[in-house]
Structure formats: C-alpha cells, structure tokens
C-alpha cells in the first residue's frame, strides 16, 4: 500500500501542543481535543486517563483540529516515559493511517473523474483536441479524428493553426498569445482546410489544462471543435433565399410597374385588380382610371368590335388552355385609333380556384399598318408581275417537285391542271439552250451554284419567247441543299429592242467611221473613241493614236487669241458636261508640228452608261486659205489702175473699184444694181463705153 503526505502537511502544523519552553518538561504540557461525538479529555503529567475516549477517537479528534505533529513534539522532549511515547507512537500511528485513508479516497476519486473525463473525451460526441504550448495536437479524440480527417496523432504530427485557411490563422495565433491560465478562447466560425480537400466551418473553444503541481502550466491546452459547416450553410443558404426573395419582390414589382406591355389582371366580376402603367402609353388613360372605372375600356372600344370582346368575356374560364386571341380597335384620349391584340388565360389559386383572368394587351398598330401596306405591297408586286411577266419557281429536290406560279404557268401557256417536271420544264426551251440550262440546274443542285441565263423558249401554244430565268440553291437546316428558288421572265421586247439597239449601234458606228468629217468622244477630258477622218486630221497612222489623249495634248500652249490652251479646254468642257452645247474655233497641231484650225462642235451625250462629250472638228484650212486669197484679191482690185466691175449672170453691177470711178465718174453706191448700159456720164466718148460693154459679154 502506497502512502504519501498530503501537500499541506508541513503548513497546517500548529502550536497547540506547547512543549516544555517553560516548565522544562513535557509532560506538563496539556493537550486538549474537543470533539462533538466526545467530552473534553485532558492528559497531564504524561499519564494516560484510562477513562478517556479511545486513541483512534483522540487521534481523529487531532486530525480534526490539525495537530499532525503531536508525536513530534513528544519525541522531542527530553525524557519521554514509555507510556507517554507509547500513547504518542499510537497517536501517530492513527494519524498515519487515517492520511493514507484520506490520500485513498483522493486517489479514488482522482481515477474516477479521470475515468470520467476520458470516458466524457472518448465518446463525447463534440470534436476534442490536446495541444501542446505550441499547437501540436498532441491526442484526439474519434470524434476529432472523423471530423477533421486525422490519422493517428501518435504517428502524424498536426499543427492546429496549418490546418486553418491563411485568413484565419493569424486570429489564431494572435488570440493564443494573449491566453494565460485563467482564460478560455473562442474563435468562431474558422474556417479550416482538410487534407482530402474539403472544408470546415468550426468554432474554436480553448483553455488550460491544470497541470501537476511542479510543473509547467502551459504545458498543455485543451481544444473543442464545434462544426458549424450545415449552419453556415444553412445560413448562407438561408441568406441566399432572403436575397432571391428580395430580387424575386424586386423582379416581380419591376415587371409589373416596368412592363412595357398593357398587362391587367381582370377578377371574376370583370372588374381589373391590376392594370399595368403602360396602358398610359397606349390609351392615354391611366391604370387608376382603368381600374375605378370597369367600364372605361368598353367605352373606347370600337363599337364595331364591342360584341365580339363581350363574347369573349363570356366564355368560361377554362384552367387548362389559353383563351382565344382577340383583336380590336381602340380610340385613345387625344382621338388617335390604334389596334390592340389580346390574350389572356385564367387566374388559379394553389387550391385550383379560378381568380379572373390575366392577360395582356399589345399595341399592334404599326403591325396592322405594315400588314396592310404588305397586303398592298404583295398585290403591287402581283400587278407588277402580270405587267413585267416575271414569274417564281420552286424545286424541291428532296420530294422531285417543281412548283410554278400563276405567271410562270401564264408564260409557258400551259393548261391548269398541268403539273411541271424539271424534265417537261427543259423540253419548253430551245434545243441549243436546253443543254446549258440542263448543266447549269445540275451544279447548282450539286455545288450551289447560283446561274442567271438569257434563252429561247417555246410555249405550249407555239409561241416565241426569249426569257431569262435564274436560280439560287435553298439550304435545309443541316447545310445540305434542298432544292432550288427562281424566277423567269419574259424579255422578249427587250431582247428585240437590243438587237434592234445593236443594229443603231452598228449604223452609227459605220457612219461614225466613214463620215468626212472628225469626230471624237471624250470621256473625263479624255479622247475615248476617234473615226478615221480625225485620224487624217491629225497626221496619225491610225485612230487609236488619239485615244487618252487630252485635247490640249494635241494643241499648243497658246491659241491665237493669246488665252493658254488648258483655261480655254477647261471653260468650254465644263460648259459642254453642264448641257450647253459649245461651238468655237479652236487651232491643234498636226503630227508634223503644224497648225490645224478647225471649227469645233461640242455637246454632252451618254456612252457606255457613263456622261462624255461628243466633238466635231471642222477643216478651216482651207477656208482660211480661201480668206487669205479673197483678201490679197481684194487688195488688188481696189488698188489696180483698171477700173474693174463685178456683175452677176444678169447683167447687174455688184462691185466697182476706186479706178473705175475715177474713170467713169460713177461712185459705186450708185452703180449697184445698174447695168453697165447706163454709164454715159460724158467723162469718156460714145467708143469707150460701147468697147467697156462688149468686154462685159465676153
């Protein structure tokens, strides 16, 4: 049996057994134990009372008042009887056995609250954690070892605060430091990381464990872990939920005062319980009015469609479809008349019983317009059509149907139950086409390819037709092709008018080349086209020598007026290209370097789809030549000493010159128109005037 002293031993000693200080014996000395099971004893002189309570009552009744040193004291005297050291041995004795019952029974109870704690940390349902003073987990408990995911402490070393997300560990440590003896921590809502990559969100709940006496109180610290993971997430969750209700409010007040729709809700006595502020938009009217006044929406409806929407109200609600849409007119506030398309389905409640209706009325005016202007449109492009004979056409080439409509069959002169086949639509063109149109269908079937052909046909009824038919290819949903869409038209009149356009064409080409005169046709101060005789007006081999030339390439840099060539081109082209037709004189320059004077011509024409200008250029070589001539002749016929007259087939004077008059003594002015019969002025004799006469015959 293991004995020990119990911790407060030496410090509960007293001095309630005085020893022989004064007397100088100790069996003077008096002891007195009083207990409330015995009397008063008192042992004097050392003699034991005979009479008195047992030794375990008075050794019980010293442990009570803590005299534990009474058999010290008596030892230590000088000369102790035998009895006296006996009694005391006994006493002694007493108290050791009654100390090492006490320390039993703390032994027992020390085990039993172990027990107890390690059952309580064993199967404590709560995560618990031992640490030591630097956060290594030193014991777990199942609870922890499943919760965190630990294997055996005893072999795996584990820090608390690594197990801990970056963010959280320095609460942690931050908090341990200030922790001292008496204190407990609680950290909440941690959140951790587990090796197998999940995480935890934790309370922490630390303190001290008291340690043995002697040793160091921080040595270890005691740690639950309280998973608040389905709460927080409960909480986030719930959270969430708070958030979605709140958008969800926010959603549903948005769509109702935001719709830019006519939305209402109508209650089983067809009065509205809501209506949608953008009615105000499409009538007018407000929501309020509509919902004060039941009525106010039959009253301005057209009355033409008021019977209908009464019976539409009358119908019954019906849980299971929508009701039938429904179009009506409207006159708005300020007069205008719109259209308006309803739908509307019934109301329920969760418990199925029908509330009114809901529905929606959508402003489908503009949509109206653009049907009836499509309507108009469609019966324009029919007209359009009939007058232009272009037809449509379609091929399906998955079921090998062709499809025609009414001026396509009107083009081929085909009978109403005829039904076209790509092989009977080919045997109505020509056969010098059939093969092109053949090979074009086939690629455009196989690769695509769209085609736009111009050929000849043959009507059911014999007749004669050119047509230009063109086709694209039709894709189905997977890319592939599906068959083809075109059109055919009969250009019969225009294929006349090109050929007869063709045959201007090539009249006025041929006069264009073989006209005397030069011509040219300038396109952006650019020579275009040139016949021959502007070829031989300008000394060049051939005409297309003039072609890009500007008409100042072909001139000097001065015309004889002293204005430069290109201000003088300049101003009379743009006159010419704003529609004044221009005539001027104009002087180029031969290939050999000389001066050509011609007379031009020039007005705006269309060639080649495009704005140009038409000259033509008129020789006055020779004119001027001629003037040069006439003015040399004139200057001798007025400076000759011969009197000279000019008379025309009938005798009649036209001119006379100074020697003349000085000769006869007729001026001219009143010569003209004489015949040379009547000069007798008396200057000459009778023989002059007879030999002046027969000279004039002759």
Same mark, same amino acid.
């Given at each position: 049996?293991?004995?020990?002293?119990?911790?407060?031993?030496?410090?509960?000693?007293?001095?309630? =057994?005085?020893?022989?200080?004064?007397?100088?014996?100790?069996?003077?000395?008096?002891?007195?134990?009083?207990?409330?099971?015995?009397?008063?004893?008192?042992?004097?002189?050392?003699?034991?009372?005979?009479?008195?309570?047992?030794?375990?009552?008075?050794?019980?009744?010293?442990?009570?008042?803590?005299?534990?040193?009474?058999?010290?004291?008596?030892?230590?005297?000088?000369?102790?009887?035998?009895?006296? *050291?006996?009694?005391?041995?006994?006493?002694?004795?007493?108290?050791?056995? =009654?100390?090492?019952?006490?320390?039993?029974?703390?032994?027992?109870?020390?085990?039993?609250?172990?027990?107890?704690?390690?059952?309580?940390?064993?199967?404590?349902?709560?995560?618990?954690?031992?640490?030591?003073?630097?956060?290594?987990?030193?014991?777990?408990?199942?609870?922890?070892?499943?919760?965190?995911?630990?294997?055996?402490?005893?072999?795996?070393?584990?820090?608390?605060?690594?197990?801990?997300?970056?963010?959280?560990?320095?609460?942690?440590?931050?908090?341990?430091?200030?922790?001292?003896?008496?204190?407990?921590?609680?950290?909440?809502?941690?959140?951790?990381?587990?090796?197998?990559?999940?995480?935890?969100?934790?309370?922490?709940?630390?303190?001290?464990?008291?340690?043995?006496?002697?040793?160091?109180?921080?040595?270890?610290?005691?740690?639950?872990?309280?998973?608040?993971?389905?709460?927080?997430?409960?909480?986030?969750?719930?959270?969430?939920?708070?958030?979605?209700?709140?958008?969800?409010?926010?959603?549903?007040?948005?769509?109702?005062?935001?719709?830019?729709?006519?939305?209402?809700?109508?209650?089983?006595?067809?009065?509205?319980?809501?209506?949608?502020?953008?009615?105000?938009?499409?009538?007018?009217?407000?929501?309020?009015?509509?919902?004060?006044?039941?009525?106010?929406?039959?009253?301005? =409806?057209?009355?033409?469609?008021?019977?209908?929407?009464?019976?539409?109200?009358?119908?019954?609600?019906?849980?299971?479809?929508?009701?039938?849409?429904?179009?009506?007119?409207?006159?708005?506030?300020?007069?205008?008349?719109?259209?308006?398309?309803?739908?509307?389905?019934?109301?329920?409640?969760?418990?199925?019983?029908?509330?009114?209706?809901?529905?929606?009325?959508?402003?489908?005016?503009?949509?109206?317009?653009?049907?009836?202007?499509?309507?108009?449109?469609?019966?324009?492009?029919?007209?359009?059509?009939?007058?232009?004979?272009?037809?449509?056409?379609?091929?399906?080439?998955?079921?090998?149907?062709?499809?025609?409509?009414?001026?396509?069959?009107?083009?081929?002169?085909?009978?109403?139950?005829?039904?076209?086949?790509?092989?009977?639509?080919?045997?109505?063109?020509?056969?010098?086409?059939?093969?092109?149109?053949?090979?074009?269908?086939?690629?455009?079937?196989?690769?695509?390819?769209?085609?736009? *052909?111009?050929?000849?046909?043959?009507?059911?009824?014999?007749?004669?037709?050119?047509?230009?038919?063109?086709?694209?290819?039709?894709?189905?949903?997977?890319?592939?092709?599906?068959?083809?869409?075109?059109?055919?038209?009969?250009?019969?009149?225009?294929?006349?008018?090109?050929?007869?356009?063709?045959?201007?064409?090539?009249?006025?080409?041929?006069?264009?080349?073989?006209?005397?005169?030069?011509?040219?046709?300038?396109?952006?101060?650019?020579?275009?086209?040139?016949?021959?005789?502007?070829?031989?007006?300008?000394?060049?081999?051939?005409?297309?020598?003039?072609?890009?030339?500007?008409?100042?390439?072909?001139?000097?840099?001065?015309?004889?007026?002293?204005?430069?060539?290109?201000?003088?081109?300049?101003?009379?082209?743009?006159?010419? =290209?704003?529609?004044?037709?221009?005539?001027?004189?104009?002087?180029?320059?031969?290939?050999?370097?000389?001066?050509?004077?011609?007379?031009?011509?020039? *007005?705006?024409?269309?060639?080649?789809?495009?704005?140009?200008?038409?000259?033509?250029?008129?020789?006055?070589?020779?004119?001027?030549?001629?003037?040069?001539?006439?003015?040399?002749?004139?200057?001798?016929?007025?400076?000759?000493?011969?009197?000279?007259?000019?008379?025309?087939?009938?005798?009649?004077?036209?001119?006379?010159?100074?020697?003349?008059?000085?000769?006869?003594?007729?001026?001219?002015?009143?010569?003209?128109?004489?015949?040379?019969?009547?000069?007798?002025?008396?200057?000459?004799?009778?023989?002059?005037?007879?030999?002046?006469?027969?000279?004039?015959?002759?």
């Amino acid at each position: 049996m293991a004995t020990a002293r119990l911790p407060s031993t030496d410090r509960q000693w007293s001095n309630t =057994m005085q020893n022989n200080d004064d007397t100088g014996q100790y069996g003077q000395a008096t002891t007195t134990v009083t207990t409330p099971e015995t009397p008063q004893t008192t042992t004097k002189g050392g003699r034991y009372d005979k009479n008195s309570a047992s030794v375990r009552e008075r050794a019980l009744a010293a442990l009570r008042h803590g005299e534990f040193n009474l058999a010290e004291q008596i030892l230590s005297a000088d000369d102790p009887s035998t009895a006296v *050291l006996i009694e005391n041995l006994r006493i002694y004795q007493a108290e050791l056995e =009654m100390q090492n019952e006490e320390l039993r029974k703390s032994q027992r109870t020390t085990e039993s609250a172990l027990e107890r704690f390690s059952a309580m940390f064993q199967q404590l349902p709560i995560a618990e954690l031992v640490l030591d003073r630097y956060g290594l987990i030193v014991e777990a408990n199942p609870s922890a070892l499943q919760l965190l995911q630990l294997r055996n402490t005893q072999y795996h070393q584990y820090f608390l605060a690594r197990m801990l997300l970056h963010t959280d560990q320095a609460r942690l440590i931050s908090a341990w430091e200030r922790l001292t003896v008496q204190e407990s921590l609680e950290l909440t809502e941690v959140r951790m990381q587990l090796g197998n990559g999940s995480s935890l969100v934790v309370d922490l709940h630390i303190a001290q464990l008291p340690a043995p006496e002697g040793q160091d109180q921080q040595n270890r610290l005691i740690c639950a872990v309280i998973d608040r993971t389905e709460q927080a997430r409960q909480r986030e969750a719930l959270g969430n939920a708070y958030d979605r209700l709140e958008s969800s409010r926010e959603c549903y007040r948005v769509l109702a005062e935001f719709s830019p729709e006519w939305d209402y809700w109508l209650g089983l006595d067809n009065h509205f319980i809501h209506v949608s502020p953008a009615c105000q938009d499409i009538t007018g009217y407000s929501a309020s009015e509509f919902i004060e006044n039941p009525e106010l929406l039959e009253t301005i =409806m057209h009355p033409e469609d008021l019977d209908a929407w009464q019976q539409h109200l009358a119908h019954p609600l019906d849980s299971n479809k929508h009701h039938v849409p429904l179009s009506f007119r409207i006159r708005t506030r300020d007069g205008q008349q719109k259209w308006i398309d309803h739908i509307c389905s019934t109301v329920l409640s969760e418990d199925g019983r029908a509330l009114g209706r809901r529905g929606v009325n959508r402003d489908v005016t503009s949509r109206h317009q653009a049907e009836k202007a499509l309507q108009r449109s469609e019966a324009l492009l029919n007209a359009t059509s009939r007058l232009a004979r272009v037809g449509g056409w379609e091929f399906d080439a998955d079921n090998k149907t062709l499809r025609w409509t009414q001026i396509t069959r009107l083009l081929h002169e085909v009978d109403d139950d005829f039904q076209p086949t790509v092989e009977t639509a080919l045997e109505f063109y020509d056969p010098h086409d059939r093969a092109v149109l053949h090979q074009a269908i086939k690629r455009a079937l196989s690769e695509g390819c769209p085609y736009e *052909l111009e050929l000849r046909l043959q009507t059911a009824r014999g007749g004669k037709l050119w047509v230009r038919t063109n086709a694209e290819a039709v894709y189905n949903d997977n890319g592939s092709i599906g068959g083809l869409r075109g059109s055919i038209q009969d250009i019969t009149e225009r294929v006349k008018a090109e050929q007869a356009r063709r045959e201007s064409e090539q009249q006025y080409r041929t006069l264009f080349e073989s006209a005397g005169q030069a011509m040219l046709i300038l396109r952006e101060e650019r020579c275009v086209l040139a016949n021959r005789a502007a070829q031989r007006l300008f000394g060049y081999d051939e005409p297309t020598c003039l072609l890009g030339k500007h008409p100042c390439d072909v001139s000097p840099a001065m015309q004889p007026d002293g204005e430069p060539s290109t201000d003088k081109a300049s101003r009379f082209i743009t006159r010419a =290209m704003r529609g004044e037709v221009q005539h001027f004189e104009w002087e180029h320059l031969h290939a050999d370097g000389s001066p050509v004077p011609v007379q031009v011509t020039m *007005l705006p024409i269309e060639f080649g789809s495009k704005p140009a200008l038409y000259a033509t250029l008129q020789d006055l070589t020779e004119q001027r030549a001629a003037e040069r001539r006439e003015v040399q002749a004139r200057t001798v016929f007025e400076n000759t000493s011969e009197g000279i007259i000019i008379t025309d087939p009938e005798q009649r004077i036209l001119a006379v010159n100074r020697a003349f008059t000085e000769l006869t003594g007729y001026t001219e002015n009143k010569v003209l128109g004489q015949t040379p019969s009547m000069l007798k002025s008396g200057r000459q004799n009778e023989m002059f005037y007879q030999s002046m006469w027969a000279a004039l015959q002759k």
